[in-house]
């Protein structure tokens, strides 16, 4: 595999659920994030790790619950969903630094129902 | 607060034909500022960015942006689009945050039609 994977690609779940997204980067990065892409809405950065650790946190529900074990792998935990957050959820990584270049996963599309 | 507006959200053009896509932000200092496409089933791709120096950067796929400060705009072109170029396209700014870290501001996108 190369570049950026996201699995599952598809997910359905019930508001009681509880599932996990997973990303992983071959590209040697550091840096890993979490997007939200919702229909008619800007792309939301949910999270940033640093080697690891947690720098950014843009005010999201603590339903999602971010994991980063490792610099090449990313894990967004999730429990008592709503609908509202149904969207496409996008893993990125990149080398730490404003100016590198981000490589997108092809997001998980998540169906709350 | 800091914002990027794309005024269009469809764009239809012929094949051959020009194109521009507009990207307007709003932040006090000089942003960084990006373009990124989106394909149907697939994450964001990086067209080009800018951070300093000559304001018209040249990009991947033939695209080009501008970035003129007196109007906060960074606009995208292609002289000739091909079908393949449609797709989804967005507009992004990076900000330095007050903790040291940076955070990245993207537009609503806008979809672009390619006519045969």
């Known amino acids: 595999e190369t570049g950026v994977t996201q699995t599952p690609r598809h997910l359905v779940m019930g508001m009681t659920n509880k599932k996990s997204l997973k990303c992983e980067q071959h590209l040697g990065h550091n840096a890993m994030y979490w997007y939200k892409q919702s229909a008619k809405k800007p792309l939301e950065l949910m999270f940033v790790?640093?080697?690891?650790?947690?720098?950014e946190n843009n005010s999201v529900p603590s339903r999602f619950s971010p994991e980063c074990p490792n610099s090449s792998h990313l894990f967004l935990h999730l429990h008592t969903l709503q609908p509202e957050d149904s969207a496409l959820y996008l893993c990125a990584s990149s080398q730490w630094g404003i100016r590198d270049t981000q490589y997108f996963g092809p997001g998980t599309r998540l169906t709350v129902l | 607060a800091q914002s990027v507006t794309q005024p269009d959200i469809h764009i239809t053009v012929s094949e051959g034909a020009s194109l521009e896509l507009r990207c307007n932000y709003s932040?006090?200092?000089?942003?960084?500022l990006f373009w990124y496409v989106q394909s149907p089933g697939q994450g964001l791709q990086l067209l080009l960015k800018y951070f300093s120096g000559d304001t018209l950067v040249q990009g991947i796929k033939g695209f080009e942006a501008e970035f003129k400060r007196s109007q906060s705009s960074f606009n995208l072109r292609k002289p000739s689009v091909h079908w393949s170029d449609a797709a989804e396209y967005f507009c992004a700014v990076g900000l330095s945050t007050t903790s040291g870290t940076y955070k990245y501001i993207f537009g609503t996108g806008t979809r672009l039609k390619v006519l045969a």
């Open positions: 932040y006090g200092a000089t942003p960084y």
């Open positions: 790790y640093n080697f690891k650790e947690q720098t």
